[in-house]
C-alpha cells in the first residue's frame, strides 16, 4: 500500500524558516520509470501550483517565485523528501503537498494529504 505522509508545517513570521518532509512507503523505484519527487502547493482560492521537483537522479527545477529561497532534497535511505524553506513571506502561504509521479509504460502519481503552512506578516 502506497503512502506519502507529510510534515513540518505550521505558523511562522515573514522571513522565518521552515522544513516540510514527505515520507512514502510502498513505491519502488524501477530504473525503467522516470521517477520524480514535487511539491506543490495551494494557497485560499486558487489553483494548486508547482513548487519544485526533484529526479531519482538529483536534478532540481522550482518555480520562479521560490528559487534561491527554498530547496528541495532527498534521502533515499530514508525514503523522505525535503522542501527546506528560508525568507518565508505571506505569499508562500498555503497547503503543501508531496507527489511522487512515476512515468513509464504506465504513468501512476500518488500524493500526500498535505500540510498547512501559514506565514504571518
Known amino acids: 500500500q502506497v503512502e506519502l505522509v507529510e510534515s513540518g508545517g505550521g505558523l511562522v513570521q515573514a522571513g522565518g524558516s521552515l522544513r516540510l518532509s514527505c515520507a512514502f512507503s510502498?513505491?519502488?523505484?524501477?530504473?525503467?520509470?522516470?521517477?520524480?519527487m514535487a511539491w506543490y502547493r495551494q494557497a485560499p482560492g486558487k489553483q494548486r501550483e508547482l513548487v519544485a521537483t526533484?529526479?531519482?537522479?538529483?536534478?532540481?527545477n522550482y518555480a520562479d517565485s521560490v528559487k534561491g529561497r527554498f530547496t528541495i532534497s532527498r534521502d533515499s535511505a530514508k525514503n523522505t523528501v525535503y522542501l527546506q524553506m528560508n525568507s518565508l513571506k505571506p505569499e508562500d502561504t498555503g497547503v503543501y503537498y508531496c507527489?511522487?509521479?512515476?512515468?513509464?509504460?504506465?504513468?501512476?502519481?500518488?500524493w500526500g494529504q498535505g500540510t498547512q503552512v501559514t506565514v504571518s506578516s
Open positions: 526533484i529526479t531519482s537522479g538529483g536534478s532540481t
Open positions: 510502498g513505491i519502488i523505484f524501477r530504473i525503467d520509470v522516470i521517477n520524480i
Open positions: 507527489k511522487i509521479d512515476q512515468r513509464g509504460a504506465i504513468r501512476t502519481a500518488y
